[in-house]
């Protein structure tokens, strides 16, 4: 498999139509949408379709990409950068319950963080958290964010948390 991008043990794609059954079966795990405040795809059509129609990409430079293990080019899930409603940019990652723990999270969202200073140009990024996912909330404290504040944004049924880290920060973490 040819990737976009690649870490020492992932390789991240566009996602494509053909990422279809990978997302649905993702996103049908209630453990892996727990925090979310997401509903899984009804059915394999519409993940197909939304996959299909995710082209972010060229037209902001930046997006969500399927993540697979570079060994056996297996999905694992997804990682990236986009613009929210608020033209903030937003790191968030996804990945499958049966490789959490692995550090592929950590390691993927601290690609992406470096991508988005060093090759976007980016002085800011985000990342939003439900306050009981303490998982998630631990991957964004080890790639140097730090929580920002609550915010009025429905990720299941509890308050979110904002992390954040800036160009800056960064560059001092090095």
């Not at 049908?28 to 299909?52: H, Q, R, W």
């Not at 940019?89 to 049966?98: Q, T």
């Not at 980016?122 to 009981?132: A, E, P, R, T, Y």
Request: aromatic letters at 14%.
């Amino acid at each position: 498999m040819k990737w976009e991008f690649e870490t020492e043990r992932l390789g991240f794609t566009r996602i494509t139509n053909a990422h279809g059954e990978f997302m649905y079966h993702l996103n049908s795990d209630p453990d892996v949408m727990k925090y979310t405040g997401e509903k899984a795809f009804s059915n394999l059509e519409e993940a197909i379709a939304f996959c299909d129609n995710y082209k972010p990409y060229d037209t902001t430079g930046m997006g969500r990409y399927s993540c697979f293990l570079k060994n056996g080019q297996r999905f694992i899930g997804w990682c990236g950068l986009k613009r929210n409603e608020n033209e903030l940019v937003d790191l968030g990652f996804r990945l499958k319950k049966s490789d959490w723990g692995k550090g592929y999270a950590t390691e993927a969202a601290h690609f992406f963080i470096s991508y988005g200073f060093q090759n976007l140009g980016l002085s800011m990024i985000i990342g939003n958290v439900s306050q009981n996912n303490h998982a998630s909330k631990k991957v964004l404290e080890k790639v140097g964010m730090r929580f920002e504040k609550e915010i009025d944004k429905d990720c299941g049924d509890d308050l979110t948390y904002r992390y954040k880290i800036t160009k800056e920060e960064w560059k001092s973490l090095k």
